[in-house]
């Protein structure tokens, strides 16, 4: 079973940075996409960005020019990064580490979450 573990969420003032990890384990087959999305009390969950197995990226336009999404590969180990400079309040939301596996389908997996508050 693939395992998403986050760290990095915390309480930042406005104008603040914040980087976030995860690291995937126990990936057997191929990672197409892995990213960040974040849910806000009585939001639904909305894509914040991610990285596509070629090297490519997807920014939504809340954050584009202000977070950076990059990965590592380490071993049995995939890890993705959001480096989150110029931290709003509207930026406070759970953040979801999210990775998309190819096999012989396609697999979704989520880790469990970590809160980033922006306090104005």
């Known amino acids: 079973q693939v395992q998403l573990v986050e760290s990095g969420g915390g309480l930042v003032q406005a104008g603040g940075s914040l980087k976030l990890s995860c690291a995937a384990s126990r990936i057997i087959f191929s990672i197409n996409r892995m990213g960040w999305y974040r849910q806000a009390p009585g939001n639904e969950r909305e894509l914040v960005a991610v990285?596509?197995?070629?090297?490519?990226?997807?920014?939504a336009d809340s954050v584009k020019g202000r977070f950076t999404i990059s990965r590592a590969r380490d071993n049995a180990e995939n890890t993705v990064y959001l480096q989150m400079n110029s931290l709003k309040p509207e930026d406070t939301a759970v953040y979801y580490c999210?990775?998309?596996?190819?096999?012989?389908?396609?697999?979704?997996?989520w880790g469990q979450g970590t809160q980033v508050t922006v306090s104005s």
């Open positions: 990285i596509i197995s070629g090297g490519g990226t997807n920014y």
């Open positions: 999210y990775a998309e596996l190819v096999g012989l389908r396609i697999y979704e997996y």
